[in-house]
């Protein structure tokens, strides 16, 4: 009998040894975002609400960009992704100090960013700008894109009042005050904070005026030294985070509901979320098959027009700073 015991709780050591070896600890990921939770990062929430990392056999912590970029956060490993978008991430790509960074998915396929001013008063296309004035960041890319569409319609950049933005923070209460007569938004979310808002207005998209500013924004970039050590991790990151993205397509209300839950105070405004969703879940995908998917021609074109303006320290060679390698 005691041969017995002896042997039933060898066994049962023997087991239960077996079974905390074969449980394999997650692989940690730090998510950087590029700015405050929003609908751009929904996909990231509901990966996370739902299992889908945990289903990965991954632990992500999202965090928010303090004093040092995402891109910086990403290049030092600090973070291993993070969200940024094709246009600012340019420098980073070229020249002495170019950043060890790749991106790895789109988060939404087309540029869904443009000019947002008062309806009615002349500027719902670029020439229209003439005489009126317009709230810039003061960024070379942004004014040269400006520039460009505005000549492209026939227009005078010289004649545009450029007011800096610094104090703008609403750009419902800047059109509807008279603070400013245009802004450049992403009309995922303020273009439909003024829809939710009743304020009346024009808009263009810069995509639809000249399809070299199709380019990719916002995007999600990778560590490249992650990446090449690392890639089986990276794939089932992105697969779980496509699985987040592609729910929010199927289910925009419910994934609204899974971002407000995690970020409880964008409550304070539930119905800009829940439209702000609706439209997102639309252009996460838009008319491509696989979400995240980057075309090399539409990322190689804008780049190429960067270079061409002198908007880089030297050229960015086509097929640099992306990747569709870890999409699932």
């Not at 040269?144 to 000549?151: D, F, G, N, Q, S």
Request: with cysteine; net charge negative; charged share 20%.
């Amino acid at each position: 009998m005691k041969k017995y015991i002896v042997l039933l709780l060898t066994l049962s050591l023997i087991l239960a040894l077996s079974a905390c070896g074969g449980k394999k600890e997650p692989s940690e990921i730090t998510f950087a975002l590029d700015w405050t939770p929003n609908t751009n990062h929904t996909g990231i929430y509901v990966a996370e609400a739902k299992g889908y990392f945990e289903d990965a056999g991954l632990k992500v912590t999202v965090v928010q960009p303090s004093e040092d970029s995402t891109e910086l956060l990403v290049a030092t490993n600090r973070a291993q992704f993070g969200v940024s978008f094709q246009d600012t991430m340019a420098p980073a790509l070229v020249g002495s100090d170019a950043l060890p960074i790749t991106a790895v998915a789109a988060v939404v396929q087309h540029n869904t960013s443009g000019i947002v001013s008062r309806a009615g008063e002349g500027m719902d296309h670029p020439a229209g700008m003439e005489g009126h004035s317009y709230a810039t960041w003061d960024l070379d890319v942004e004014k040269a894109t400006l520039k460009r569409v505005v000549e492209a319609d026939g227009g005078d950049f010289s004649k545009i009042q450029l007011i800096p933005s610094n104090n703008i923070t609403d750009e419902v209460s800047a059109l509807s005050t008279n603070s400013v007569d245009s802004i450049w938004i992403f009309y995922g979310w303020a273009g439909v904070a003024c829809e939710v808002a009743g304020l009346d207005i024009d808009y263009f998209a810069f995509a639809d005026i000249d399809p070299v500013f199709d380019y990719y924004t916002p995007v999600i970039i990778g560590n490249n030294d992650f990446l090449k050590n690392d890639p089986d991790t990276a794939k089932a990151f992105l697969d779980a985070v496509r699985r987040g993205y592609e729910y929010a397509i199927e289910h925009p209300e419910e994934a609204a509901e899974i971002l407000m839950e995690a970020v409880p105070e964008l409550r304070s405004n539930e119905t800009l979320v829940i439209e702000s969703q609706k439209y997102l879940s639309q252009q996460y995908k838009a008319d491509v098959e696989k979400w995240g998917y980057i075309d090399p021609a539409r990322w190689d074109a804008f780049y190429k027009w960067l270079g061409d303006n002198g908007l880089t320290e030297s050229p960015i060679p086509a097929g640099t700073g992306f990747t569709n390698e870890y999409l699932s």
